[in-house]
């Protein structure tokens, strides 16, 4: 008898492939098809590096994700919505990074990449409707097997069911009649009018529930592998000395003591620097302090907080730059206004600072180069490693790793490069590590910059004209073409432009100002400027104005009930009109960014001596479908600190063109001793999914300087709190 699997089932765009080496059924699903491929065939996907799903005839699955981890649990978010919609059962999932091919870019940006809240906001549709595809795929497999229809079976827990008879038949099962050899399908198809649907919300077992990790084990166990702790057979270490000048390069070097030192293999000049590469990362190290470098360093002026923000004062001054966004009339409305009031707020330049030291491992050789390193960006890695090696892209292979954190700075490919020179000129594969200091001294660093904000006010203190003026350093303009048009930065005035207040007139400037210091992208990016300022401006409105701040906000944003919702959660949570002693103050703050918006209440006591205690955060989050309530509720917290620490602490200043703060003893973030309680309440909302890697930075720093304000009367508009004295306990 011919085994039913074997049956030819048809499905326009959808094919199922093969891996018998490998004893699983691997399932791809080309749901939107390439230019080149016929409308009516999904012949043309048999070549592509399409497959998501698959299935072992264990019962494994196996389960690809195209965004890499770097503890913000996407690892186990986004498998959840597969393994949902396929019926699987947990336990038997398995993670693996997807191959970096153009196939696996994010149907939000078009990237393969980590960055801007993404992740879940690009895969929570597309990577349902390829679970329910595969469950409908099985499903028709055991029909068949049965000779019944397809309507009287569901699949759930790893099998499917056929609810009349109660037989049953396993995932693995299924996979193991399929890779038969008389059982292979050619085709595995079915009719496009018999397309699954996702699941109904009511429907769901494993979204909305707080599953484990599943990087959680490896990583508390220390099996889990970083960029940093690579080994390959015949590979060797580099440490690197960086300029350490901004800009500077090297003029020359003498490596001659270092050559002869045990162990050293080479040294080399590479992107920036100057690398010793030897057995061991120590060895290395040693041995690069006996290199004499001679360094070729650009003139430049005095560097440091009070020049910067100076020169930010004075760009502003001018009438250089170009407008982001326009309502009304607002220079009109200005001068027509019954009371004009003018603040600046500042942020100064901030290293990402992740607990991994940038580091990757390379090897280059004339058949090809493999990076073994821990990336935002695999594409542009991909892209850029090839120009550098002159390989073709196919040549190169990108090997996704753990990332110790990453903030935007791993979307980078400096250490790359530096990696690639050097195995290419040792002709063996080569992991350099940055040290601390290294790595603190050469960021592509989150741009200081200065708003100037200008409120017109009526007669009853309503707001009649707002202008908002931005100023600092380009993030865009040099690398990233899109976000740069009309001579305005898209990442400077986000925020700024976005600002929900309800104000007739407004207009949005930036105007760009250069200090040669590398710059990129950092979480929450222009939002945590932009709405610090926005955030402070609006409360001392409402209390110029003897108004409750809650209210005065309300009052703004009568087009915007979703914002209200989550202020009047987090003001409920906060008990926010009970008074408090003396000493203590209350401030709030809103955030509406990716997707996702969040109004958050901060406590603060205020003792002698400028000292402060950070003692409770009230967050309410509204992001639509919560995906896994415990990795939500961490990423918001860890944002909530990390937003802090850069309020209280976070700068990097700069002495004779270099950087002042070199490691943790300097560059001071949040210590769990001083680390307030938080409490995060996610709203019910069927609206659409945001993301929650940086919501939680946004309304920190206004929040914690409007609590300042309630407490002490001090009103702080510029970053780091620490400059006015303001020391964390």
């Known amino acids: 008898m011919t085994d039913p699997l074997a049956t030819s089932l048809t499905r326009r765009g959808l094919i199922r492939t093969v891996a018998a080496g490998a004893g699983a059924l691997t399932l791809g699903f080309p749901l939107a098809p390439p230019r080149a491929a016929p409308a009516d065939t999904g012949a043309a996907w048999a070549s592509a590096v399409n497959a998501w799903i698959a299935i072992g005839t264990d019962g494994a699955i196996t389960i690809r994700v195209a965004q890499s981890e770097m503890g913000q649990g996407v690892h186990t978010a986004l498998p959840m919505l597969i393994a949902e919609e396929l019926g699987a059962a947990w336990s038997s999932v398995r993670v693996e990074m997807a191959p970096v091919d153009d196939f696996y870019r994010n149907k939000l940006t078009g990237d393969y990449g980590t960055h801007t809240s993404s992740s879940l906001r690009g895969g929570y549709d597309y990577l349902r409707r390829v679970g329910a595809e595969a469950r409908g795929l099985l499903i028709a497999a055991a029909a068949v097997a049965w000779d019944v229809p397809g309507e009287e079976c569901s699949a759930a827990d790893g099998t499917v069911l056929h609810r009349p008879s109660g037989r049953s038949l396993a995932f693995g099962a299924i996979a193991a009649r399929a890779l038969a050899p008389r059982g292979g399908l050619s085709a595995f198809r079915r009719p496009a009018a018999s397309a699954t649907a996702p699941k109904a919300r009511s429907d769901w077992r494993l979204l909305g529930t707080p599953l484990p990790r599943i990087d959680g084990p490896a990583k508390v166990l220390g099996r889990a592998v970083f960029a940093a702790d690579i080994r390959l057979p015949g590979m060797l270490h580099a440490a690197v000395r960086n300029a350490p000048v901004i800009g500077g390069r090297v003029a020359s070097f003498d490596a001659t003591a270092a050559l002869a030192m045990p162990g050293v293999a080479a040294a080399v000049e590479v992107p920036g620097g100057v690398a010793v590469v030897a057995a061991s990362w120590w060895q290395a190290k040693v041995a690069l302090d006996r290199v004499q470098i001679s360094w070729a360093t650009p003139a430049s002026g005095a ?45 100064p330049f901030l290293a990402h600072a992740t607990m991994e030291p940038m580091s990757c491992a390379a090897e280059v050789t004339p058949e090809g180069c493999d990076l073994w390193v821990g990336t935002q960006g695999q594409i542009n890695l991909r892209d850029t490693a090839a120009a550098f090696t002159g390989l073709p892209r196919d040549k190169v292979r990108v090997h996704t790793l753990y990332l110790g954190g990453g903030f935007g700075r791993r979307y980078q490919v400096d250490v790359a490069r530096q990696a690639m020179a050097a195995s290419r000129a040792v002709n063996r594969p080569v992991l350099v590590l940055w040290s601390r200091e290294e790595d603190m ?8 910059a200065l708003a100037r904000v200008r409120a017109g006010l009526d007669a009853a203190g309503g707001i009649v004209a707002w202008r908002h003026r931005v100023v600092g350093p380009s993030i865009n303009a040099g690398e990233n073409p899109g976000g740069w048009k009309g001579g305005v930065d898209s990442y400077a005035v986000e925020g700024a432009v976005e600002m929900p207040y309800r104000v007739a007139h407004r207009r949005v400037d930036y105007a760009q100002r250069e200090f040669g210091v590398p710059v990129g992208v950092m979480r929450g990016v222009g939002y945590v400027m932009n709405v610090f300022a926005t955030e402070s401006m609006i409360d001392e409105l409402a209390l110029s104005a003897q108004r409750d701040p809650l209210r005065f906000r309300r009052d703004l944003l009568g087009a915007h009930p979703r914002l209200v919702r989550v202020l009047d959660e987090a003001a409920a949570m906060a008990d926010w009109t009970a008074p408090m002693g003396a000493g203590r103050g209350r401030g709030i703050a809103l955030a509406d960014a990716y997707g996702a918006v969040m109004a958050a209440v901060v406590e603060v006591t205020m003792r002698p001596r400028g000292r402060i205690s950070v003692d409770r955060v009230y967050a309410a989050v509204e992001c639509g479908p ?5 990795i939500a509720e961490g990423q918001v917290e860890g944002a909530i600190v990390f937003g802090l620490s850069g309020a209280l602490t976070g700068e990097i200043g700069f002495k004779d063109g270099a950087t002042v703060e070199s490691n943790w003893d300097d560059y001071r973030v949040l210590r769990l001793d001083a680390t307030p309680r938080v409490d995060v309440k996610f709203l019910a909302s069927d609206g659409p999914i945001g993301g929650l890697g940086e ?15 309630a407490a002490s009367g001090r009103r702080l508009r510029t970053l780091p709190l620490s400059r006015h004295g303001i020391e964390v306990e």
Do not use: C, W
């Open 441 to 448: 001294g050469h960021d592509i660093y989150r741009p200081a």
């Open 626 to 630: 919560v995906v896994n309530p415990a």
């Open 303 to 347: 560097l440091d907080a009070a020049a910067i923000v100076s020169a930010l004062q004075a760009t502003a001054e001018t009438d250089s730059g170009a407008s982001a966004f326009r309502a009304g009339d607002a220079k009109a409305a200005l001068e027509r206004a019954h009371r004009v009031v003018a603040q600046e707020y500042a942020v």
């Open 695 to 709: 919501i939680g930075v946004i309304p920190m720093a206004p929040a914690l300087a409007n609590a300042i304000a």
